[in-house]
């Protein structure tokens, strides 16, 4: 019985803490950083047919 108690112990111990790292780090970093929607924030539209997509020559 007192193993199982440590175990229970030592995983709640173990998620309390990276709970808190991930809390910490968005406190401090902010706002999630990703490579991929770095420009989210500029709409891209095409003036010409009104589309997400501009023209694509080649």
Request: charged residues 30%.
């Amino acid at each position: 019985m007192p193993i199982l108690a440590i175990g229970a112990l030592t995983a709640a111990v173990l998620a309390g803490g990276l709970y808190a790292g991930f809390e910490l780090r968005k406190r401090r970093v902010g706002t999630q950083r990703n490579p991929y929607r770095t420009y989210e924030k500029d709409k891209v539209r095409d003036t010409e047919t009104d589309t997400d997509y501009g023209a694509g020559g080649i």
